[in-house]
């Protein structure tokens, strides 16, 4: 698993909601499919491979966050869509922008823990 490109795909979902809000991005953004927190390569890994580090102490928070960080951007796309710019802009920069932080620094510690329970040492 490559954390750092996981981090950074879902640091670019930011961008990628930003234009859209700003009109720059027409890319067809489907919420059914956003919702979906098992498609990109954390949520394989999390429902895949990772589920054997479920007893790891940042696993559950990281598959929580990593979900609802996937149901507030098609939450953004859904208001979007809908018309109504101000609060999908309000959810952008309010709780979507905070919990990609979280989810970003637990990614971190996730991937430190992983590493350390591959080389034998228990977690924390």
Not at 80 to 96: I, P, T, V
Request: charged share 25%; hydrophobic share 45%.
């Amino acid at each position: 698993m490559d954390w750092m490109e996981v981090i950074g795909a879902h640091v670019m979902w930011k961008q990628r909601l930003i234009g859209l809000l700003a009109g720059s991005n027409t890319e067809a953004l489907d919420p059914a499919a956003i919702r979906l927190d098992n498609r990109c390569a954390l949520g394989k890994w999390i429902y895949g491979d990772g589920a054997s580090m479920s007893q790891l102490p940042k696993y559950d928070e990281v598959r929580e966050l990593h979900a609802q960080f996937h149901q507030f951007a098609a939450d953004i796309v859904d208001l979007h869509l809908a018309g109504n710019a101000a609060d999908a802009e309000k959810l952008l920069l309010g709780d979507y922008s905070r919990l990609s932080e979280k989810l970003k620094h637990r990614i971190t510690g996730l991937s430190q823990q992983v590493k350390s329970a591959s080389n034998g040492i228990p977690p924390f």
